[in-house]
């Protein structure tokens, strides 16, 4: 089941971002990494902002961060958000890939104290229904 | 050196407003807006508007400069520019565009103008059903991070955290400019003055900002003309200098999926120290500051990156007495502020600005700045001689503007 409600917009693979789509729906989370000098890179880009390689690779990153910063949205900008709760934005950083930082919900009530610096996880949002399916990357607290 | 500043070679000859209208009452088109608000520049000026030869503006603005020199019947069009980026990130940028034209000889009376009719179009808040998400979007947008306020609070939420800032702070920052509004008749919220609890009482938008955080959405237009220094004299105005100007943002602040590396920034920790050297001044020297409000954080953000607190000091700082035009002792003399700082006032957004005036994506605030240093401005700072304008904090480009009377050069 879903943390936001069905009709939000669903995210588009593109040739760039494609990798870091099918290995969610492995339950694998990627990130850029360079093929020349390592440098872990988000979001996705054509080359490496240290060296400017085009080698740009992908590596698993493990599936533990911390929280960054966050928003909780009240305001419904999106039809499919109307009458809802509010929800949590994280932006989690990931200190063991480069510290690059990825947004996602912060899965639990809407309501719950959300504390920067404190460690999280990823949880793998299966959509399968949709068509084609995708797989977000969502957050709970460890 | 001297070359390469703009310091003293352009002057605003006039400033133009149509009247500000809440978002999808205007009655009249946005092209003609643009037309009504150029002209009324031009008259400000005494310019025969078929002289205006160059336009500038920014955010995508819709109203083609060739459409306009057809309508208006200009002579010739010699520049025509539009500033990349969203929000109102470039309404100084649009300004150090026109007078770069001017003192590089590509035009002699460039237009800026910015007008908005967002009914005609789609509004900037709303976002459209359903659909999909591209590009790097796609790892923002399906978790609900649509709005400019859901893109940007996380910025001011780490600085927040980082300096320990307290809610009374962005409280003064809305107050001070509803407080100047009172006295605007031209503001959209005059007449509606706004008490601490109704700012504690107003909902969430986006937590950390509250309804008061953020800025207002308008219809309505407003242009500034340009010339070279050398006319300036001969204007019915007061003479207006502009001293500096820059734009940009720091290292890799576009970074995609909020990975700049600086991310708790209002995106002025270079652009701001640019223009201050360019015109030669500290903060210390400004009397008076207009900073974009698309939200109160990062107006907060903006003027500790001008420099005129440190983020520890941002608490005592922000209060609505330090920040009127009209509080206590008003702005100290020049030679009882402390280096780095105003002593502790700065008249803050004294016609209202995007919260409380119009949010003009903040031109408004460039023609208030201007307003100052005529010795024009509803909430006048007494001997205003230095007035600067930040534009657009936490997008990226950002700009900001320093103005100056004539004493300055
Ligand atoms: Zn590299």
Same mark, same amino acid.
């Given at each position: 089941m879903s943390h936001l409600p069905e009709g939000m917009p669903r995210p588009l693979a593109d040739e760039l971002t494609e990798p870091f789509w099918a290995a969610a729906r492995e339950e694998r989370l990627v990130v850029q990494r360079c093929g020349d000098c390592e440098t872990w890179q988000w979001?996705?880009?054509? =080359? =490496?902002?240290? =060296?400017?390689?085009?080698e740009m690779g992908w590596a698993e990153a493990p599936t533990r961060g911390r929280i960054y910063s966050w928003e909780r949205n009240y305001h419904p900008v999106h039809p499919a958000l109307r009458g809802r709760d509010p929800y949590v934005v994280v932006l989690v950083e990931l200190p063991e890939a480069g510290g690059v930082r990825m947004v996602g919900n912060l899965l639990g009530d809407p309501m719950q104290e959300v504390r920067i610096g404190a460690e999280v996880e990823a949880v793998f949002e299966h959509h399968d229904e949709a068509d084609p399916p995708y797989t977000l990357v969502q957050w709970r607290y460890v | 050196m001297d070359e390469f500043t703009i310091r003293g070679k352009v002057a605003v000859a006039g400033v133009g407003e149509t009247t500000y209208w809440k978002h999808s009452q205007s009655p009249h088109a946005e092209f003609k807006l643009a037309l009504m608000a150029i002209l009324a520049a031009a008259e400000d000026a005494g310019?025969?508007?078929?002289?205006i030869d160059g336009f500038a503006s920014y955010?995508?603005?819709?109203?083609d400069p060739s459409r306009i020199a057809a309508a208006l019947g200009c002579r010739e069009l010699a520049f025509s520019n539009m500033q990349w980026g969203g929000g109102g990130g470039g309404g100084s940028a649009a300004i150090a565009n026109a007078a770069a034209a001017i003192a590089c000889g590509y035009a002699r009376c460039v237009v800026v103008f910015r007008a908005l009719a967002q009914g005609q179009f789609q509004r900037f808040g709303q976002a459209a059903a359903g659909g999909a998400a591209a590009g790097h979007d796609a790892f923002t947008v399906p978790y609900g991070v649509m709005s400019p306020a859901q893109k940007y609070a996380m910025r001011y939420q780490r600085f927040a955290h980082e300096h320990g800032i307290e809610r009374s702070a962005l409280r003064a920052i809305s107050m001070a400019s509803y407080h100047h509004a009172q006295q605007n008749?031209?503001?959209?919220?005059?007449?509606r003055p706004l008490s601490e609890e109704d700012y504690d009482a107003s909902r969430w938008i986006t937590e950390p900002f509250r309804l008061f955080d953020c800025c207002q959405e308008n219809d309505g237009a407003a242009a500034i003309l340009l010339v070279a220094a050398e006319r300036a004299r001969d204007l019915p105005h007061r003479p207006c200098y502009l001293l500096g100007a820059a734009a940009g943002s720091e290292y890799r602040n576009g970074a995609p999926v909020h990975n700049a590396p600086l991310y708790g920034t209002s995106s002025f920790t270079t652009v701001a120290p640019r223009a201050f050297a360019m015109a030669g001044i500290g903060a210390a020297d400004v009397d008076v500051a207009q900073s974009y409000e698309n939200f109160t954080g990062g107006v907060l953000m903006s003027l500790v990156e001008h420099g005129f607190f440190a983020p520890e000091e941002a608490n005592d700082f922000l209060t609505l007495d330090n920040l009127r035009a009209d509080g206590g002792a008003g702005t100290p003399p020049k030679s009882d502020r402390r280096p780095g700082g105003r002593g502790g006032k700065l008249p803050l957004n004294t016609s209202g600005g995007n919260l409380a005036e119009c949010y003009m994506h903040g031109l408004e605030l460039n023609i208030e700045a201007v307003r100052q240093v005529r010795g024009l401005s509803p909430n006048q700072v007494e001997g205003a001689e230095i007035s600067v304008v930040g534009s657009?904090?936490?997008?990226?480009?950002v700009s900001s503007t320093v103005f100056g009377a004539e004493a300055t050069l």
């Open positions: 979001g996705p880009e054509w =080359c =490496c902002h240290a =060296c400017r390689s085009f | 310019i025969d508007p078929t002289e955010s995508n603005d819709r109203n008749p031209r503001a959209v919220m005059y007449g657009g904090p936490m997008v990226t480009p």
